[in-house]
């Protein structure tokens, strides 16, 4: 079966800038992730889909950053305006239940100047 | 607060010994346990899990984890590591009706 896609893989822009990562689950996945990793750390969740609506979005900081899932399959996470210290690895995943794993994207690393 | 905690940084070993990772956790109830192994500019590949059964749980790439519910410990195993298996690993727990949470990571770097 084919992977979580994430684009794009590196994103380096200036700070007040905006910038938006797309990602699409395995096909099938009802529950959808976006987590923030930051270097040295584990991964932090920051919003969980399922399907098209929010289950937890309690650690997403609202003030800058957005996510949708429209069709309740792809999802873009949106952050406006970038902050110096939001420089992290955005990993996306996708899941079937409790119970079981979670599966990873390759993650976009971004770059704050 | 609920936590994980992976208590060393770093675990080096040399190739063909045995290695452990260790994870001890602190959460209510009966939580889901899972080890993840992450790779340079790679995302998160899942290793194995306990759900409930038995202790000791097989995965991939010959990993084993042993759940011990007195010490809340999930330590990651392996009985004769390779160098391939040096990489960043994650123990993860779940609170039944809850998102995952992570460790911090421990590095295990494999010396030929």
Excluded: M
Excluded at chain 2, 11 to 29: I, Q, R
């Amino acid at each position: 079966e084919a992977g979580v896609a994430q684009s794009p893989r590196y994103k380096i822009i200036e700070k007040r800038q905006s910038v938006a990562f797309w990602c699409n689950p395995i096909s099938g996945h009802a529950t959808l992730y976006w987590y923030q990793q930051i270097l040295g750390q584990g991964p932090k969740l920051l919003i969980q889909f399922q399907n098209n609506g929010v289950v937890d979005d309690s650690q997403l900081p609202k003030d800058r950053f957005s996510a949708e899932r429209l069709k309740g399959v792809d999802s873009t996470l949106k952050i406006q305006p970038a902050k110096l210290e939001d420089s992290a690895v955005y990993l996306c995943a996708s899941g079937q239940g409790l119970t079981q794993p979670q599966h990873f994207g390759d993650g976009t690393r971004l770059s704050i100047l | 607060a609920q936590s994980v905690a992976q208590p060393e940084d770093q675990v080096n070993v040399a190739e063909g010994n045995p290695l452990t990772v260790k994870c001890t956790y602190s959460v209510s109830g009966n939580p889901y346990l899972f080890w993840y192994v992450q790779y340079p500019n790679r995302g998160l590949q899942f290793l194995l899990k306990y759900i409930t059964g038995d202790n000791l749980v097989k995965g991939s790439y010959g990993f084993e984890a042993e759940f011990n519910k007195s010490q809340t410990s999930f330590h990651l195993k392996k009985p004769s590591a390779l160098v391939s298996d040096s990489a960043l690993y994650f123990c993860a727990v779940r609170p039944s009706t809850d998102k995952l949470i992570f460790g911090t990571g421990t590095r295990l770097q494999v010396f030929p």
